[in-house]
């Protein structure tokens, strides 16, 4: 049974390019969340999804972040004009509801240069 | 503001030394509480989920206990391979959304 699957797994950007990252939740998960950690930060939050449904951005920055999850295919994390502090993990989580325990993938680590 | 706490920052402990993990929490009605352990370079890897004050969770040599302001990841006989980052999080009853983590605890098992 795949876990969460994420890609790329590193990912090195220019300042002022796009990043795009993926994230295909478990088998029968249909709830997806986004987090990132900065080094010795803890993971916070950005955004939770269902299908084709954002349904709470509290935790993305206002400007140049967004996220989509659609009717098919991975979800995804796209930061547009990467700045120095874009750098950080990016990690995705999946559930098979809002209220049950969320089973991480194994993160893109994004480094602005 | 939801909060959580985790102490100590680091610990390094001997082969078959025995000890907790403490995480404190501050949160409007509690949902759940959860542990993760998490690996250099990998993704956090569920644990456990308590409920409630008085609930007790065990897996190997791990016990997780929790109370109304904390909870406690008690490790007993630990072995090297225990050796990881352990993260504590939190899920609001007024805002299932999101959990809060703390910054965790490093792990350190010397054989």
């Known amino acids: 049974n795949a876990g969460v699957m994420q890609n790329p797994r590193h990912l090195v950007r220019r300042r002022g390019q796009e990043a795009r990252l993926r994230c295909s939740p478990m088998?029968?998960?249909?709830?997806v969340y986004w987090y990132r950690q900065l080094p010795e930060e803890g993971l916070k939050f950005m955004v939770y999804?269902?299908?084709?449904?954002?349904?709470?951005e509290s935790g993305m920055p206002k400007e140049r972040f967004s996220a989509e999850f659609p009717k098919e295919g991975p979800s995804i994390l796209r930061i547009q004009q990467v700045v120095r502090g874009d750098s950080a993990a990016y990690f995705c989580?999946?559930?098979?509801?809002?209220?049950?325990?969320?089973?991480f993938g194994p993160g893109t680590r994004l480094t602005v240069t | 503001e939801d909060q959580v706490t985790q102490s100590p920052e680091a610990l390094r402990l001997q082969e078959g030394e025995s000890s907790s993990l403490n995480c404190s929490y501050t949160v409007s009605g509690l949902r759940g509480l959860f542990w993760y352990r998490q690996d250099p370079g990998k993704g956090p890897e569920f644990l456990f989920t308590?409920?409630?004050a008085g609930e007790e969770k065990e897996k190997e040599r791990l016990k997780a206990t929790l109370t109304k302001k904390e909870s406690f990841l008690h490790i007993t006989a630990p072995k090297p391979e225990d050796s990881a980052t352990y993260l504590c999080a939190v899920q609001a009853a007024h805002n299932t959304d999101k959990l809060i983590f703390g910054t965790g605890t490093r792990l350190q098992v010397f054989p």
């Open positions: 308590l409920y409630s």
């Open positions: 999804l269902q299908k084709e449904n954002i349904i709470d």
């Open positions: 088998k029968g998960h249909s709830h």
């Open positions: 989580a999946s559930s098979q509801s809002g209220v049950h325990e969320q089973y």
